[in-house]
């Protein structure tokens, strides 16, 4: 359904989207009451801020959030296939927010949506992958010069807005709300470690219990999932390129080994490194029948598809999300989600408690730009830590959990040189 202020697929479907956004508002108290304060203070008024992310009934907590704040809010999908209609449809009608996103989009279909939000000049930026910043430099830099910053929520948008900082080519300040430690902690290790888990069994039904599971990458993504394998019953291996965590993976417990060793003993293989090329077709060509390939990481990149669709001499679709690819050498594997994120498109993505303290980092990184932005230098840059503070407060709060303060004597003590 297209509007000079909205591209969705459906807007009946509100009402369902406006349910589910309600039910994940339940489970996100620290967000409702950062929503709360902004509604009074009017943090971000008069401000646009232009936001590529996976639409989701947790997001739409986000893009509230930042309304009520005053703010006029551009959205467009950061997933071609993670956005849920029925939240978009919801944000738009009863929100007010400017939403370009349907499930299902062509990738110049992607691109398009990503280009109506750039199009409306934002003074903030919200990314997830770093596709809209990207965009913004390489095809809008008139516009990008005047944006007042932007913010990152994923380990892959990072790398590349660092790569352009490196090369002198970054045109506004970035905060790396992806390096916060209380997001990398909740999000990126218990987050998709459950989220993962759950697209593959939503989109298998298998028993995890005795299989071996090949997590690829060791990092908060790859920890996480390689946990939640192991606690359901699978035999865990962990790949790995960086010499420091593939010891800490070892000392877990886990068994490392380099692909393409796991690559004949595995019966499910989970990518979660942020790189290109981590399943190929010399490990492809290896592996047991029937075996299972998915991604964890952002973009598509990590099994390499082209390869995959030249070992096969058919391919079949399964379900909505299970596609069964009959190779060369009489065998056959299964991919998931087109090798996309399969925590969201095989199942909804995190959990809201874990996008609720994701989401509070966002919004007040929002605000702090807002504030901040006339003493920010064009260069990527960690949250600032009473801002990463502050979330842990507000959500300590909302639990109904009290902790320890220091006492003038200790604090002296941590102070001290004697």
């Not at 359904?1 to 339940?26: E, F, P, T």
């Not at 209380?182 to 593959?200: C, H, L, P, W, Y």
């Not at 509070?360 to 503070?389: F, G, T």
């Amino acid at each position: 359904m297209n509007n000079n202020d909205y591209v969705i697929k459906n807007i009946k479907l509100a009402d369902q989207g406006h349910r589910r956004i309600l039910w994940a508002q339940s489970f996100m108290p620290t967000l409702k009451l950062i929503a709360e304060e902004f509604e009074k203070s009017k943090a971000l008024k008069g401000l646009k801020i232009g936001a590529c992310l996976h639409v989701t009934k947790e997001t739409a907590n986000l893009i509230i959030a930042l309304i009520r704040a005053g703010a006029e809010v551009f959205l467009a999908g950061s997933n071609p296939l993670s956005t849920q209609d029925d939240v978009a449809a919801a944000l738009v009608k009863y929100y007010g927010a400017k939403v370009f996103a349907w499930r299902g989009e062509t990738d110049e279909e992607y691109k398009g949506m990503i280009r109506r939000v750039i199009e409306h000049s934002p003074d903030i930026i919200i990314d997830d992958g770093g596709d809209l910043i990207v965009m913004l430099h390489e095809e809008y830099p008139e516009i990008a010069q005047n944006v007042l910053g932007g913010s990152e929520e994923t380990t892959t948008g990072v790398v590349r807005e660092k790569a352009l900082e490196k090369k002198g080519k970054l045109l506004f300040p970035i905060i790396a709300t992806n390096n916060a430690r209380i997001k990398r902690m909740v999000d990126n290790k218990f987050g998709t470690g459950q989220s993962a888990i759950e697209g593959i069994l939503r989109a298998t039904s298998i028993l995890l219990a005795g299989k071996t599971v090949v997590v690829a990458g060791y990092g908060f993504v790859g920890k996480g999932i390689a946990c939640r394998a192991r606690g359901l019953g699978a035999k865990v291996i962990v790949t790995e390129v960086d010499p420091i965590k593939a010891l800490e993976a070892h000392y877990d417990g886990f068994q490392v080994m380099p692909m393409d060793e796991a690559a004949a003993v595995g019966d499910i293989f989970i990518t979660a490194t942020g790189n290109i090329d981590v399943i190929r077709k010399e490990h492809i060509l290896k592996m047991k029948n029937g075996a299972i390939l998915c991604n964890a990481g952002h973009f598509n990149v990590e099994i390499n598809l082209g390869g995959l669709e030249e070992l096969s001499v058919k391919k079949e679709k399964i379900n909505y999300c299970v596609e069964k690819y009959h190779l060369r050498n009489g065998r056959h594997v299964y991919l998931l989600g087109a090798g996309r994120l399969v925590n969201l498109v095989c199942a909804e993505g995190h959990p809201s408690e874990v996008m609720n303290i994701s989401f509070s980092l966002q919004a007040l990184v929002a605000k702090y730009i807002a504030e901040n932005h006339m003493e920010l230098e064009r260069r990527v840059y960690d949250v600032p830590i009473e801002v990463e503070k502050s979330v842990a407060k507000y959500t300590l709060k909302a639990l109904g959990i009290r902790i320890d303060e220091l006492t003038p004597r200790q604090q002296e003590y941590l102070e001290s040189w004697k």
